[in-house]
Antibody, heavy 122, light 111 residues
Framework: QLQLVESGGGVVQPGGSLRLSCAAS????????MHWVRQAPGKGLEWVAFIHSDGSDKSYADSVKGRFTISRDNSKNTLYLQINSLRAEDTAVYYC???????????????WGRGTLVTVSS | QAVVTQEPSLTVSPGGTVTLTCGSS?????????PYWFQQKPGQAPRTLIFDTTYKHSWTPARFSGSLLGGKAALTLSGAQPEDEAEYYC???????????FGGGTKLTVL
């Protein structure tokens, strides 16, 4: 059974840092690109970052570029999102999502995790 | 940077048919944008319904279908059920520095 389980969220002060994790199981993680998507409270979905299956290619939304870093450890079947210089507007539920194919243009999202909440507050 | 637009809200009667649309500020939506549709119910993670304009996953109810309509991507729900009340998001792919953009979502009420 395919599972994506996010962790690492919490309350952090403005300017602080967190590392989010997404533990994958039930599929060959090392063959799949992965996305991070976030959703601010009461708001819509926002694509945040993408990493290729082998970590060789990464993309970021303009709103997080230079502050967020996506990475993965295929030996641990785990995806990460390092988030630095946190701002109030980064408060959101962060979801990891699996990419099912190799088309470099299409998002190809199929399965989603349940998300982890990051709250930026003093 | 393109903006993806959706109707903020729509209402459909039980058993009725409704079409949600997804437009792009950069011009007509085509199959090259690989339109996706997601369903999200309150307190739940999103669920992928439609990919690459028209294709369904194994879990997608048959009453949902995707298409291109008048320069936009479209999601049609035929025979609405109460459990279809949810927020629906489209996602378009752009070949560039900001590759994937969500629409603002459509709140669908079945009433």
């Amino acid at each position: 059974q395919l599972q994506l389980v996010e962790s690492g969220g919490g309350v952090v002060q403005p300017g602080g840092s967190l590392r989010l994790s997404c533990a994958a199981s039930g599929f060959t993680f090392s063959n799949c690109g992965m996305h991070w998507v976030r959703q601010a409270p009461g708001k819509g979905l926002e694509w945040v970052a993408f990493i290729h299956s082998d970590g060789s290619d990464k993309s970021y939304a303009d709103s997080v570029k230079g502050r967020f870093t996506i990475s993965r450890d295929n030996s641990k079947n785990t995806l990460y999102l390092q988030i630095n210089s946190l701002r109030a507007e980064d408060t959101a539920v962060y979801y990891c999502a699996k990419k099912w194919g190799s088309n470099p243009v299409a998002a190809q999202v199929d399965h989603w995790g349940r998300g982890t909440l990051v709250t930026v507050s003093s | 940077q393109a903006v993806v637009t959706q109707e903020p809200s729509l209402t459909v009667s039980p058993g009725g048919t409704v079409t949600l649309t997804c437009g792009s500020s950069s011009g007509a939506v085509t199959s090259g944008h690989y339109p996706y549709w997601f369903q999200q119910k309150p307190g739940q993670a999103p669920r992928t319904l439609i990919f690459d304009t028209t294709y369904k996953h194994s879990w997608t109810p048959a009453r949902f279908s995707g298409s291109l309509l008048g320069g936009k991507a479209a999601l049609t729900l035929s025979g609405a059920q109460p459990e279809d009340e949810a927020e629906y998001y489209c996602l378009l792919s752009y070949n560039g520095a900001r590759p994937w953009v969500f629409g603002g979502g459509t709140k669908l009420t079945v009433l």
